[in-house]
């Protein structure tokens, strides 16, 4: 059974760059699935922000595509995600993801991690 | 791309069934059949209970069912449950690699 489990500081500062990382356990993220990272906050609901195919290839949100990279560490089996010029609106619990083959579904979810962006 | 519609709430009594739509355009749910929906009770991550509009995944109790005509999908919860008191959300494949969420349903058993 696949685990994500979501690291990386609870507490950015405006303008700079949120970073995280997703352990997965139980999958070869090399294997096969899209793997990626969706936040929730009481603002925006919640919102699918950039994944990673097993190959390598990388889709992103096109409202976050300047400021969002998706990268991989298949050596480790984890996934990052780094956001950069982040504000307040930033704000929000980010999960990491494993996404259907087909469909835009997600099966297996991190238990997310909250990410506050204040000075 | 703007977030699929919910209601805000819904509620119904133990035993019955409650449905709740989610609207979107001709651009994300009429034109794929790739709605999903989603469970998530406090505090806890999202569960996924239908794919492709009208698939469980395995685990998930045939109570819950996907449907969909035009822009609107459908997730209907048969034979309420206390522990189906919840948020609901459904999301939606857009094209061009990219999709969309709904802005959440919740439920509250009376």
């Known amino acids: 059974q696949v685990q994500l489990q979501e690291s990386g500081p609870g507490l950015v500062k405006p303008s700079e760059t949120l970073s995280l990382t997703c352990a997965v356990s139980?999958?070869?993220?090399?294997?096969?699935?899209?793997w990626g990272w969706v936040r929730q906050s009481p603002l925006q609901g919640l919102e699918w922000i950039a994944v990673?195919?097993?190959?390598?290839?990388?889709y992103y949100n096109p409202s976050l595509r300047s400021r969002a990279t998706i990268s991989r560490d298949t050596s480790k089996n984890q996934f990052s995600l780094h956001l950069t010029s982040v504000t307040a609106s930033d704000t929000a619990i980010y999960y990491c993801?494993?996404?259907?083959?087909?469909?835009?579904?997600?099966?297996?979810w991190g238990q997310g991690t909250l990410v506050t962006v204040s000075s | 791309q703007s977030a699929l519609t919910q209601p805000p709430s819904a509620s119904g009594s133990p035993g019955q069934s409650v449905t709740i739509s989610c609207t979107g355009t001709?651009?994300?749910?009429?034109?794929?059949?790739?709605v999903s929906w989603y469970q998530q009770h406090p505090d806890k991550a999202p569960k996924l209970l239908i794919y492709?509009?009208?698939n469980r995944p395995s685990g998930v109790p045939d109570r819950f069912s996907g449907s969909k005509s035009g822009n609107t999908a459908y997730l209907t919860v048969s034979g309420l449950q206390a522990e189906d008191e919840a948020d609901y959300y459904c999301?939606?494949?857009?094209?061009?690699?990219?999709?969309?969420f709904g802005t959440g349903t919740k439920v509250t058993v009376l």
């Open positions: 139980g999958y070869s993220i090399s294997m096969s699935y899209y």
């Open positions: 001709s651009s994300d749910v009429g034109a794929y059949n790739y």
């Open positions: 990673i195919f097993y190959t390598g290839r990388t």
């Open positions: 999301s939606s494949y857009a094209g061009s690699d990219t999709g969309v």
């Open positions: 993801v494993r996404e259907g083959l087909r469909g835009f579904y997600f099966d297996s």
């Open positions: 492709e509009v009208t």
